[in-house]
């Protein structure tokens, strides 16, 4: 199944930096256009303010009001060269004493004026202009100010902003373009480590687990990444390992009582045989069939607790008396052997009975079988106020176990012997059904074999 176009990491980071790129355009091409309309404002009224100076420096030297035409021919001369300009003077009544060549002030006076503040007008022909109109009282009447209105054309101004903006919208696309594709292609390079993390990745398979990435060869972001899936690499060769030998195992358990069933039963069926010997005959396949069934019922109750071992009930639990109804139970067994079982200290907990129960009775069978005749098994029990817990050690006196087989002498069907020699009181699944007891509990197993001491060790909550 494709993945969705908008779930591809190059796509959204392409699309992030043509985004993050148009916005700074845009924001630097708005503060420009901003600092550019200041900057032609700021020009515009100090032109306008400084023709209104020099209007009412004429006015103030002209003291003849009959005689203006000087004043006139003077101020035309003033405004020689700034085309755009316009210039009226007019007195109260609206009566315009002088207007500047081709001025495109509008021929009605507004009868409210703003004073001394700029203002955008239209003039005769549309055109849009800034204008500044002040009040400066002339010299030959004190009681009689003029009005003085300047104003400048903003075409030039307008169609320059124009073509800013026009220029600018070019620049944005084509920077949106060009960002886009940088943008892809950083991106695409970025993530070419990954795609090679994918590649090695999809080359493992369940008959290539021993490989691994290379973590050195990776950029500092992604080694996280290939450190956690070369770790679960490491656990899944581990799992699959111990999954084959345990279809071994259990191949090889399985095998050994159905040959024995079916050999027995060819040989009894090749020829007619006396009843005592057709039951002798059916006691020893009762004796395979319990023992099929022992491992069949094992094997079940690990599978449950693969999934998750609920406890059927919990409530506290006196260990010592468990430990010392077990030991009656297994004295018959331990008295053929001449074996002494003894208990010492004494330890509550809280959970389900049975089950640790079995727990410590698998420990307790195992410790006996390997017991040589005129030992000695201890339960050692304990409890800690310090950290809550409870601590049963089963110890026996026998061959020290080598420390390469310690750390798997709870798996299932795991025998320390390499021929694999079958005991007839177990299949090999005591010891892995004792630690998921424990760990049900919240707890942890343990075992150490040293001077021929060996000692089986569960920690409980």
């Known amino acids: 199944m494709k993945p969705a176009l908008g779930s591809s990491i190059t796509q959204r980071l392409t699309l992030l930096f043509a985004t993050v790129s148009a916005i700074v355009l845009l924001l630097l091409g708005f503060v420009v256009a901003s600092l550019a309309e200041k900057h032609f404002e700021e020009l515009d009224m100090e032109l306008m303010t400084g023709k209104l100076e020099l209007v009412r420096h004429m006015l103030a030297q002209e003291d003849d009001p009959g005689n203006l035409s000087g004043l006139k021919a003077r101020l035309d001369d003033a405004l020689v060269g700034h085309h755009g300009l316009s210039v009226r003077i007019a007195r109260q009544d609206a009566s315009v004493i ?51 209105e300047v104003a400048t054309d903003l075409s030039h101004h307008e169609m320059f902003m124009s073509s800013f903006r026009s220029a600018l919208w070019i620049v944005v696309g084509f920077a949106v373009v060009l960002s886009g594709l940088l943008g892809w292609f950083a991106a695409f390079r970025g993530l070419s480590p ?62 050994t009582p159905l040959a024995n069933l079916l050999t027995q039963t ?83 907990v809280h959970g389900d009975q049975l089950m640790l129960r079995r727990a410590i009775g698998n420990l307790l069978s195992n410790a006996l079988r390997h017991t040589p005749p005129g030992g000695r098994v201890t339960i050692r029990l304990a409890q800690s106020d310090q ?44 010891l892995a059904i004792t630690k998921s007891i424990v760990e049900a509990h919240g707890g942890k197993v343990s075992v150490s074999s040293e001077n021929g001491i060996t000692e089986f060790r569960l920690i409980l909550p």
């Open 387 to 430: 950290d809550s817990t409870a601590t049963v050690a089963v110890e026996n006196a026998g061959s020290t176990i080598p420390a390469e087989h310690l750390p798997r002498l709870f798996d299932r069907f795991y025998r320390v012997d390499p021929s694999r020699q079958r005991h007839e009181e177990g299949a090999g699944l005591g």
């Open 266 to 348: 060819q040989v009894t069926l090749s020829r007619a045989r006396t009843t005592a010997e057709y039951q002798e005959l059916l006691a020893s396949n009762a004796e395979e069939l319990e023992r099929l069934s022992r491992t069949i019922s094992d094997m079940m109750f690990l599978a449950k607790a693969d999934r998750g071992l609920g406890l059927a009930s919990q409530h506290d639990v006196d260990l010592r008396a468990q430990a010392e109804s077990l030991a009656s139970f297994y004295d018959a067994l331990a008295s053929e052997s001449h074996i002494e079982i003894a208990i010492v200290g004494h330890c509550v």
């Open 98 to 148: 002088f207007l500047s060549a081709d001025a495109d002030l509008p021929t009605v006076i507004p009868s409210t004026r703003t004073f001394n503040q700029p203002e955008q007008i239209a003039g005769v022909d549309g055109r849009p202009l800034r204008a500044l109109t002040s009040r400066i009282i002339p010299r030959w009447s004190r009681s009689d100010p003029l009005s003085v």
């Open 194 to 255: 990954l795609r090679s993390m994918a590649r090695n990745t999809s080359e493992i398979t369940a008959t290539r687990l021993n490989q691994r990435l290379s973590v050195e060869a990776i950029p500092p972001e992604l080694a996280d990444v290939a450190t956690t899936i070369n770790q679960m690499l490491e656990r899944l060769e581990e799992s699959f390992k111990r999954l084959s030998e345990f279809s071994s195992d259990l191949a090889h358990e399985l095998r």
